[in-house]
């Protein structure tokens, strides 16, 4: 800007040297005071440049150093907000031992007031008997030796109950005692912890306060937060980073597909394994099948030859008979012989066709058998294939804001566009890795306070998811974290109203704000 300006001085005062100019009628010493004058506008002009740049140059540091206390207080906030945690957690303890001490107190004066009862009836049970018991007489008035035993045991039970009773009330005594002192250090250290709770309430408060105060500073000066994340070299390294995060992302899902192809290239094998198996199975149980069913054929043809012969060696006998019985005549034994023998030729010819017709039927029986065999079906279900990422939910809080590029901002109060969705604390303030993935960036980003943001792959598609606004962060660039893993605690650092949540999903990598869709169309 100030050679600019510098330039354009020069310029001006070539111009007024110019012929043509109407300044021909000026002497030589009116040039030299003009071109003097010119000089010394030129002098002021690179004088309020130098100064402007100057300014420009303190208004930077200045904002420099309030983003600095700004994040300073951000880190005093979360260690307040911590130690009231911390604190918290105390007071719920020392509550819960005073609930303990009074339920130990109420229950020994119970037992206290019930002893008493007893000592006192005891004491009256004494009096009335003249305030000693006279052993003397209870062992007198033993009517035998056993009864004398019994006696004694009896005396010595009643002097030991006595003693146990007196024992137990002092044990009681000194309980009461001590819980009801102990119960006082309770409170008393329940009253000091309250104290210092409250007190680190109020730094809370003062802290806010003055975070706000610098806010409203930057505002005025026209300053966005928000608006610088990183300055030129942070979001250089942190470009560097998300690349060498996406590599390694990569070379991770290319290794699982990898696995998964060689885990499928063996189930397919391990198939076709069991699937030869099973043909050969089938053959061998066709096989099988086709040999009994001939064997069963070969007896069945056995069987009918045999009672064909038997039939026909019962002919012959009866034939025999006959001749020997009647002896008739040569024509009556020829026509007897005649008939007989077409008689038989006729039952062989019915046997046989029996016979045929039953080898057919089972030949079509055994075809429709082997063909019901020979069939086999087989079917492969394809493994389902999803369209986009479905990211774990990163908190259990309520959606409190969702992704709008119209929202009103709740502490500038103009229209600012919303990125990403916010989780509220009720459910806790744990905050989960949306999935597996490498951490791209773990630190202070502005007006998002400490964020990190974890580059993913997913279906060979990358992804980064940014989480803002944290009290605290258990991962470091480069940290490599899986699915639901605990990766922060949820806070107010940066430009917040309380504590939550500010989650942002970036297809392709972060690039801004710019690259931010609405996270809802990820999320279960």
Do not use: C
Not at 209 to 228: P, Q, W
Not at 309 to 325: A, F
Not at 379 to 404: L, Q
Not at 492 to 514: D, I, K, N, Q, R
């Amino acid at each position: 800007m100030m050679i600019r300006k510098t330039l354009l001085g020069f310029s001006a005062g070539l111009l007024l040297l110019s012929p043509g100019v109407a300044f021909a009628d000026n002497t030589g010493d009116e040039l030299e005071e003009q071109i003097e004058e010119y000089r010394e506008q030129q002098q002021d002009t690179e004088q309020e440049a130098e100064q402007t740049e100057e300014e420009l140059d303190e208004v930077e540091r200045e904002i420099g150093e309030v983003q600095t206390e700004i994040r300073d207080l951000d880190e005093q906030m979360s260690e307040t907000s911590g130690q009231m945690n911390d604190k918290q957690s105390e007071i719920d303890t020392t509550t819960e031992r005073t609930e303990d001490l009074r339920e130990e107190i109420e229950e020994t004066e119970i037992r206290i007031d019930e002893r008493d009862d007893v000592l006192k009836e005891r004491v009256r049970s004494m009096h009335q008997s003249g305030g000693s018991v006279r052993y003397i007489e209870v062992i007198l008035g033993a009517q035998s030796f056993g009864d004398l035993l019994e006696r004694v045991s009896t005396l010595h039970n009643i002097a030991s109950q006595d003693r146990e009773i007196l024992d137990e009330h002092i044990a009681d005594m000194e309980t009461l005692e001590r819980a009801t002192a102990e119960l006082e250090e309770q409170l008393e250290t329940l009253e000091t912890q309250m104290a210092e709770l409250q007190s680190l309430q109020a730094s809370l408060e003062t802290q806010t306060a003055e975070k706000d105060s610098l806010l409203e500073e930057l505002a005025e000066r026209g300053f966005v937060l928000e608006d610088s994340l990183f300055t030129l070299e942070e979001e250089t390294e942190f470009l560097a980073a998300q690349e060498a995060a996406a590599e390694q992302e990569l070379a991770e899902w290319e290794e699982e597909q990898r696995r998964i192809e060689e885990e499928r290239r063996l189930e397919e094998e391990r198939l076709a394994r069991e699937e030869e198996e099973r043909r050969q199975r089938e053959e061998e149980e066709r096989q099988r099948a086709a040999e009994e069913q001939r064997q069963a054929e070969e007896e069945e043809e056995a069987e009918r030859q045999r009672e064909q012969e038997r039939r026909e060696e019962e002919e012959r006998q009866q034939q025999e008979e006959e001749e020997e019985e009647t002896q008739i005549a040569s024509s009556g034994s020829e026509s007897s012989s005649s008939s007989s023998g077409s008689s038989s030729s006729s039952s062989s010819s019915g046997s046989s066709d029996s016979s045929g017709s039953s080898s057919s039927s089972e030949s079509s029986s055994n075809s429709s058998s082997g063909s019901d065999s020979s069939e086999s079906t087989s079917s492969e279900e394809a493994a389902p294939s999803s369209g986009s990422a479905t990211f774990h939910r990163p908190a259990d809080g309520r959606v409190t804001s969702g992704f709008n590029p119209n929202r009103r901002h709740p502490v500038h109060g103009d229209v600012r566009p919303h990125r990403g969705i916010d989780y509220g604390s009720d459910g806790g303030t744990n905050i989960y890795a949306a999935e597996s993935g490498t951490v791209s960036s773990a630190g202070w980003m502005g007006g998002y306070g400490n964020t990190v943001v974890v580059t993913h792959v997913v279906n060979g598609q990358t992804y980064a998811t940014l989480y803002a606004h944290l009290a605290s962060m258990n991962v470091s660039a480069g940290d490599r974290v899986g699915r639901g893993e605990v990766i922060a605690t949820m806070g107010t650092t940066g430009v917040s109203t309380g504590v939550h949540l500010h989650f942002e999903v970036h297809p392709g990598g972060y690039a801004g704000g710019s690259s931010a869709v609405n996270p809802a169309s990820y999320l279960p």
